[in-house]
Nanobody, 119 residues
Framework: QVQLVESGGGSVQAGGSLRLSCAASGRSFSRYDMGWSRQAPGKEREFVGSIMWSDDSTYYADSVKGRFTISRDNAKNTVYLQMNSLKPEDTAVYYC????????????WGQGTQVTVSS
């Protein structure tokens, strides 16, 4: 089973960009679907996007589509979340998660990284 560590969070002004990284330790990273979620203060955690292990296809929440891009580098056991045109409503703790190919749920989570977007 993998372990996940996010990095790259910080503070940025609206319209700016950040790239989050999620480094995985353990074996068989390339056979995990990887996802990103976020949780803003006082709100439930929401799906941001995911990338499939089988063909690198990606899926995004409507709220970030066209602004965020997920990619992965299996040689580095890392998945990325490139966030452009950031808005104050993107402020949240961002979590990455892993779902092994044989499972139907994300059952490994990182500790989260804070993203703050000021207007």
């Amino acid at each position: 089973q993998v372990q996940l560590v996010e990095s790259g969070g910080g503070s940025v002004q609206a319209g700016g960009s950040l790239r989050l990284s999620c480094a995985a330790s353990g074996r068989s990273f390339s056979r995990y679907d990887m996802g990103w979620s976020r949780q803003a203060p006082g709100k439930e955690r929401e799906f941001v996007g995911s990338i499939m292990w089988s063909d690198d296809s990606t899926y995004y929440a409507d709220s970030v589509k066209g602004r965020f891009t997920i990619s992965r580098d299996n040689a580095k056991n890392t998945v990325y979340l490139q966030m452009n045109s950031l808005k104050p409503e993107d402020t949240a703790v961002y979590y990455c998660a892993a779902k092994p190919y044989y499972s139907n749920k994300y059952d490994v989570w990182g500790q989260g990284t804070q993203v703050t977007v000021s207007s």
